[in-house]
């Protein structure tokens, strides 16, 4: 639990470690509305075969991969012309072992209109951590990007101010990273130090 | 310039001007000398520790005169790292942790937890039906505590001190049903991936059907002492002006966005938990101001009254059904039953494990300290809960532990059109508007 070093691996005590299987890209027809949304997103965006790496579909729901220099042109034509108005923000995870690919972005976006969600999926290397800031898309991606930027160091490039938003600013390390162990940090109040919860006797 | 004695205010200069630090004190002494400078503009920062502030929010402010030119928020006082924490716990574990992110709806982040768990393991349509009415049920209560605590201290905020209390005395019944039910008045950890912890005691429905007539007559002293109320509709019409081009570009949800005028409830729009089986409607207003959003969670405890009616009826026909999956392999182990000194494991389950099955002991172990395998993948479940959209991202590696888990908190992102709600209008405002937004720092900082 606390102070896991190594591998990382907290899949329990049958001490297995495992890696998250990457699925391929599904076939067509995807089923539901999804094919509605793929032909519509070609249609209006002619570069798509080399824009959207990948499209998958896993348990009923779309995640479109997508080559981060054109995330921000694929999500202005999703936005205007397949109307999706509303982007729910940014999460990231972190794939220590995905070389070159360690750092992913997912965007869930909702339509009003047509009712209906997709995802966005971008991902980066760990050493050149830049995807485009899509603040001028969503203007509510902000925070967001912000917290996804505190909790994994991934750059939005283009961000009005891309500062740390749930941590404080002087915080070193980005805490969700699969590299950064769990445990507490010593608290000093009127000149009193309590110690972390992972360096007290009980956890140890 | 005047020296302070007063130990809780004091000024300073500093590069960017004179810094007044006021926690107390005499008021008059301040008001002079704040009256000396040259300057009009002021920097003034409010919270993290203000009453009006709705818990640990921070608000900086640029005023002229008493205009606001500029509001910027600072979070992150509550931040307590549960989606990293949960990362290290297994499935039914991270129950207890969602259930404490936004603190006043409880039930509706182990809703939103759990159907995007159930999603990633594939048994949406497997929940039982009971368990789907009873999460409904608790759901449907669980939005009228909380839009209670939104109208009471939203009332407080701006000056009225009875609603607060005619809104804390009908949130109180609502706290004694969930603490019948589940033992707790909150952070419950009572909805469980594949259903429900346990079974309604008996007799409950019928008491909470007589906490609803209750409750339906003794909303309208809220009703009739605020709509309408001049002081009150002088505080509240035409403030904290919110469009629904402003919502739809900020992603703001729930209150906010209906106040425009759209009805969008993900409850009918994007139905889960068997809600399109209820008779209800989707109250709008298209003010998009601070009284619209005021109305509209007034007029919404009377619908979420209408399904907490019908979900009890439907949980009567549906005496005896399952609250949990069957299966075996993700179905909590333990059979419940309240015992003398409160709730624990029903003496048939310890005698069938301690001294008749060995089988059976060893699948408790398993499952309760290793827990269950979920399919790897990554789902986005969305609910609508008192705010606006909550949606869970939850991602699975295949083991036993949530590989990532994310919540789109509707409080942190309503949150954002804070400024746009409030610059250019007068300070006392910023108050009301962001009592409208109804941000709960425990979910905006998670």
């Not at chain 1, 519509?40 to 798509?48: G, I, K």
């Not at chain 2, 949406?124 to 608790?138: C, K």
């Not at chain 2, 209800?280 to 209408?306: A, H, K, P, W």
């Not at chain 2, 709730?343 to 059976?360: K, P």
């Amino acid at each position: 639990m606390f102070g896991t070093h190594g591998t990382g691996d907290t899949s329990g005590y049958g001490g297995l470690v495992r890696t998250p299987a990457a699925t391929g890209s599904s076939e067509r027809p995807y089923g539901s509305y999804f094919d509605d949304v793929a032909d519509d997103l070609e249609r209006a965006y002619p570069a798509f075969s080399d824009a959207i790496e990948r499209v998958v579909v896993d348990r009923g729901e779309l995640t479109l991969h997508v080559k981060r220099e054109k995330l921000v042109e694929v999500s202005k034509i999703l936005r205007d012309s397949l109307k999706f108005e509303m982007c729910m923000g940014v999460s990231g995870i972190h794939y220590p072992e995905q070389n070159g690919r360690e750092l992913h972005a997912v965007y869930p976006l909702l339509s009003i209109t047509n009712n209906r969600r997709i995802r966005l999926e971008v991902s980066v290397p760990d050493n050149d951590a830049h995807i485009p800031s899509v603040v001028e898309v969503w203007a509510g991606n902000n925070w967001h990007e912000r917290e996804t930027f505190d909790m994994f160091g991934i750059i939005f490039d283009g961000h009005p101010g891309l500062t740390r938003i749930l941590m404080p600013d002087d915080w070193q390390g980005h805490p969700q990273r699969k590299d950064y162990a769990l445990g507490g940090i010593s608290v000093e109040y009127k000149g009193a130090t309590i110690p972390a919860p992972s360096e007290r006797r009980s956890y140890r | 310039m005047t020296t302070f004695t007063d130990p809780y205010s004091s000024s300073r200069e500093t590069t960017e001007g004179t810094v007044f630090s006021v926690t107390g004190g005499d008021w008059n002494e301040l008001v002079t000398e704040i009256g000396a400078t040259k300057e009009e503009r002021i920097v003034v920062n409010m919270g993290p520790q203000h009453p009006s502030t709705h818990g640990v929010l921070r608000l900086v402010l640029e005023l002229e005169g008493e205009t606001v030119t500029e509001v910027r928020c600072g979070i992150g006082y509550l931040h307590t790292g549960i989606e990293k924490n949960i990362e290290y716990r297994s499935w039914t574990q991270g129950v207890t942790f969602v259930t404490r992110m936004d603190y006043l709806s409880p039930l509706f982040n182990e809703t939103a937890y759990c159907l995007a768990t159930e999603k990633l393991l594939g048994i949406t349509n497997d929940v039982p039906e009971r368990a789907s009415a009873i999460r409904v049920l608790m759901m449907e209560l669980n939005r009228i505590s909380s839009h209670m605590v939104a109208l009471g201290t939203g009332a407080l905020e701006l000056g009225a001190i009875t609603p607060m209390f005619f809104a804390f005395r009908e949130r109180e019944r609502v706290l004694d049903i969930f603490e019948m039910i589940s033992g707790l008045r909150m952070n419950m950890a009572y909805i469980r991936p594949g259903g429900v912890q346990q079974d309604l005691p008996a007799g409950a429905t019928q008491k909470i059907r007589e906490t609803v007539k209750e409750m339906r007559k003794a909303f309208k002293d809220n009703s009739t002492l605020l709509i309408g109320n001049s002081i009150w509709m002088k505080r509240t019409e035409g403030i904290g002006y919110l469009d629904l081009a402003g919502c739809t570009t900020l992603g703001v949800t729930g209150p906010v966005l209906r106040a425009t005028g759209l009805p969008w409830d993900l409850r009918k729009t994007q139905p889960y938990c068997g809600y399109e089986n209820y008779d209800f409607d989707v109250v709008t207003t298209d003010t998009c101001d601070v009284y619209g959003r005021f109305l509209i969670r007034m007029n919404e405890l009377e619908q979420s009254l209408r399904i907490i009616e019908q979900a009890c009826d439907k949980i009567d026909k549906l005496a005896g059904a399952p609250v949990m999956v069957e299966d075996k392999k993700i179905a909590w182990p333990a059979q419940l039953a309240m015992g003398g000194d409160g709730l624990g494991n029903s003496l048939d389950h310890i005698r069938e494990i301690m001294g008749t099955s060995m089988e059976s002991l060893i699948h408790h172990f398993k499952l309760v300290t290793e827990g269950f395998r979920v399919p790897a993948g990554q789902v986005y479940a969305a609910i609508e809960s008192p705010r606006g959209e909550l949606g869970a991202h939850i991602v699975s590696d295949g083991g036993t532990r949530p590989y990532r888990m994310h919540f789109r908190e509707p409080s942190f992102n309503n949150l954002q059109s804070t400024a746009a709600m409030c610059e250019g209008s007068m300070v006392a405002d910023i108050i009301g508007a962001v009592a409208s937004i109804d941000p709960v720092m425990g979910g905006v900082d998670r």
